[in-house]
């Protein structure tokens, strides 16, 4: 479906990504769906985000800004039996409206004020993989405050994705096109597949999960209306080189942050790029946090949260989910129970008269083609063998 574009740029931008609570941000709008189930509680819906190339394109309706890169939607929630559930998908995009960026780029930044590039806060921890330009004891800061607050406390998800990153079938372009994580105003809080994924793929992928009002098919509608050719292959090139070099760097994994210093030497930028666009801006409380270079210039401008998409807490949410009881008979306890009498039985002789039944003859004729690698066209076609009356022996040939 297209936006109606009207301004887009691609920037080079390799960052470190991760949003604790996907719920949180969008002031928790679902428990959702698992395997026909509700959803009863949502204890984890972590965003892992290993960005490479982003882009602000102003619209009709608003700013649209994406990142695109390698990434990880892991969420771990209860059903009403009370057993914890893991699900996680694999993402190659995430898409904020102006109004869900304003709100993450308004929230509380816990430390490093006066650093424009590097967010660790309660909504977002956001630093450039490539530090070589920040002096060492600023890196040796954000080490410690990154190895607390994000490696040490979600170290089991974070080696499950580098583990998904090397996985020879994960991030595969061409067989399974784009993964966006959606908060677009025709698609907030879904995924958008594209309709290319392999078969197997895409039935897995398009199960319910907790978190999301959906997981559905338009990614590469929505990626082909709003991005040129030209620009969908520069896409897609630093996703392929994002995958190359994750799946290669060596890390410790008792050291998560050894993943970042291990690929910032293989992801330097060939110019970098300053937040700092007036010489006191260091020292300068801005109206907003740098999240996204795109985004600079909209510094001084901010979208209200819309009425309709009503937020509210995390207790709010989970007081909405209804147990459903489970009827099973129990006699009131005025109920007399008697045991039912022994009926007599009388052996009666009943004439029985032998029939012969013969399968009806069915003229021989040949099969209606077979489509290859079209399950749907096939069972329209079996459908048609059955109607039809075709021999059943030329059927099980």
């Keep these: 479906m297209s936006i109606h574009a009207i301004e887009s740029k691609l920037i080079d931008n390799n960052i470190f990504f991760v949003l604790p609570s996907w719920s949180s941000l969008l002031g928790y709008p679902t428990l959702g769906r698992y395997t026909n189930h509700d959803v009863s509680r949502i204890s984890q819906d972590l965003v892992i985000f290993l960005g490479g190339i982003e882009c602000a394109i102003s619209t009709e309706r608003g700013t649209l800004y994406y990142l695109f890169g390698l990434g990880y939607y892991y969420v771990k929630f209860e059903l009403q039996s009370g057993i914890y559930i893991t699900d996680n998908r694999q993402l190659t995009g995430l898409i904020f409206p102006d109004f869900v960026y304003d709100h993450l780029a308004t929230s509380e930044n816990l430390t490093l004020e006066t650093d424009r590039d590097v967010i660790i806060g309660e909504k977002l921890f956001k630093l450039p993989i490539d530090m070589s330009f920040k002096s060492e004891n600023k890196i040796t800061f954000i080490q410690g405050t990154l190895m607390r607050n994000v490696f040490i406390t979600y170290k089991d998800i974070f080696l499950e994705f580098m583990e998904m990153i090397r996985n020879p079938n994960s991030f595969q372009l061409d067989k399974c096109g784009h993964m966006l994580l959606s908060t677009h105003w025709d698609f907030y809080n879904q995924i958008l597949i594209s309709g290319d994924m392999d078969n197997k793929t895409k039935t897995s992928y398009l199960n319910a999960t907790a978190g999301l009002n959906g997981i559905t098919i338009g990614a590469s509608q929505h990626l082909n209306a709003n991005f040129t050719p030209t620009e969908l292959k520069k896409i897609n090139k630093t996703i392929s080189k994002l995958k190359s070099v994750y799946s290669s760097i060596e890390y410790d994994p008792m050291f998560l942050f050894s993943i970042i210093e291990n690929s910032s030497s293989l992801l330097k930028t060939s110019e970098h790029f300053t937040f700092n666009l007036e010489d006191d801006r260091t020292y300068k409380k801005m109206p907003k946090e740098s999240i996204f270079i795109s985004a600079e210039k909209n510094m001084n401008i901010f979208k209200e949260w819309p009425v309709q998409l009503r937020r509210q807490t995390k207790e709010q949410l989970e007081s909405t989910f209804v147990p459903r009881e489970t009827r099973i008979y ?67 040939k």
Excluded: A, W
Excluded at 332 to 346: R, T, Y
Excluded at 368 to 376: A, I, N, S
């Design 330 to 396: 129990q006699p009131k306890i005025k109920e007399k129970l008697e045991k039912p009498s022994v009926l007599k039985f009388m052996l009666k002789e009943e004439d029985f008269e032998l029939m012969n039944i013969k399968r009806p003859f069915v003229e021989f004729k040949p099969l209606p083609y077979m489509p290859q690698h079209k399950p749907l066209e096939n069972l329209f076609t079996l459908k048609k063998m059955i109607e039809e009356n075709y021999d059943i022996r030329t059927i099980g």
